[in-house]
Structures are given as C-alpha cells and as structure tokens.
C-alpha cells in the first residue's frame, strides 16, 4: 500500500493538483458523479492532504473509478485543487500495479482497444448492422459486404 501512496505521491502532477482543503464542499456540491454515487470528491482530497495510505487505498478499489472527469471540482475550488487531476493519478497508479478495480473497469474496453490496434479504428465495416442504424437509410448498405474488399 505504500508503495502505491508513493507512485500518487511522487507524480509530477500531484503538487499542482493539491494545494489544501478548506473542507468547504464546493467540490462535492457541483460535482455531477456526487449526485449519482457514493462519491465525494472533497473525501479524495482529505485523504491525500492526511495522508491515510489504508483510506486511499480503499478508495482506489471502487470511489475513484465513479468520477466522470468533467473537472468542474476543480474549476470551483477556491484553493486550486483538482481532485479530478488527483483522481486521473491514481487511476493511472491503480492501472500501473494491476489493481483488480483497474482490471474490473477496463475489461469492457478490451473488444475497442483490440480493434484498435488490429483495425486503426474502434469500429470495424463487419461490426455495423444495417438494422442498428434505421437513421442512416439507403446509406448503410454501402457499408455491408466483404470486408476484406471494404479494406
């Protein structure tokens, strides 16, 4: 759990993004994720200014991935933090050590960035069904047929 602390920690970023809690909730307050879900930016805050390493870590299980990253908390802090620039830290450090929270986010993501990677795109001519898209009319045929040809 330390270790992990000081990957968060030893970002460059980490400075930048947290600069002290007057614990005033304007964060929490706009924050749209709050509004949905047991998430309290200001909560991510507190525990890194008090250094909790447990906390942290705790939260790194499940509370960080509820952010939506939109950064209106940190666009309402009256002292500069990010708590969303903190949150995409330990993000990162969650991905770096192979956390199951991490595993568990991202598996849905496999199929698009394995597309990626074999196509250049997320999105392949074979994965269209013209019934999926009634919007794109006569259009849609355009895109059925052998992939190897529309390649």
């Known amino acids: 759990m330390r270790e992990i602390y000081d990957d968060i920690r030893n970002d460059f970023r980490y400075d930048h993004e947290l600069n002290g809690c007057l614990n005033c909730g304007v964060c929490t307050a706009t924050c749209p994720a709050a509004h949905f879900y ?7 805050v507190q525990l ?5 390493v447990e906390q942290i870590y705790d939260a790194m299980q499940e509370k960080i991935w509820a952010c939506a990253q939109c ?12 708590p969303g620039g903190l949150i995409a830290i ?3 450090v969650s991905i770096k050590h192979g956390m199951q929270s991490a595993k568990d986010v991202l598996r ?8 990626l990677i074999t196509t250049g795109n997320q999105l392949s001519p074979d994965m269209i069904q013209p019934d999926h898209f009634p919007d794109w009319g006569p259009n849609i045929q355009k895109v059925e047929g052998d992939l190897k040809i529309l390649r």
């Open 38 to 44: 047991d998430f309290s930016p200001r909560e991510i």
């Open 48 to 52: 890194l200014w008090t250094e909790n």
């Open 71 to 82: 950064m209106t908390c940190a666009a309402r802090c009256p002292f500069k933090n990010s």
């Open 90 to 92: 330990m993000r990162e």
């Open 108 to 115: 849905p993501f496999g199929r698009v960035m394995l597309k």
